[in-house]
């Protein structure tokens, strides 16, 4: 198996994964901490740090996307996520990551193995493309 097939392979569970960990949690309950530990992110920061992330992925795709909610879901310390703010509702966050996932897919498969090993995305990266 070669790298392009191993990424597209992790890709695709990694889809079927968010969505399926998604599915039956009411919007409501994803505004919620468990057990109301303030030390650990409510259940929507979660899938919305995920799609931040895939971002930086789509970038190495090759891919320009418009960034939803910038800020809102970054991590380490970078992320405007609070308890009092009002979030997007987890069917939006679900939907902005369903409608990456074909392009990226797309652009993941048209890479080359020597740009597979040599193209990475760092925070860094995606903070300077911001401004």
């Known amino acids: 198996m070669n790298e392009s097939n191993a990424l597209l392979i992790q890709f695709d569970l990694h889809h079927r994964l968010y969505n ?14 468990l057990h109301g530990n303030t030390d650990i992110n409510h259940v929507k920061y979660l899938p919305g740090h995920l799609l931040d992330s ?8 090759g891919i320009k996307p418009k960034i939803k909610w910038e800020g ?15 979030y997007p509702s987890i069917g939006a966050i679900r939907q902005e990551w369903n409608r ?32």
Request: no cysteine; charged share 30%; hydrophobic share 35%.
């Open 54 to 61: 895939q971002y930086g992925l789509a970038m190495l795709a």
């Open 100 to 131: 990456l996932h074909d392009p990226v897919r797309e652009g993941l498969k048209q890479l080359t193995a020597e740009e597979l090993k040599t193209s990475h995305i760092r925070p860094s990266m995606r903070l300077q493309s911001r401004l």
């Open 20 to 33: 399926d960990v998604l599915d039956g949690f009411a919007d409501q309950e994803t505004n919620r901490r």
């Open 72 to 86: 809102l879901f970054e991590g380490m310390g970078q992320s405007e996520a609070r308890d009092d703010i009002e």
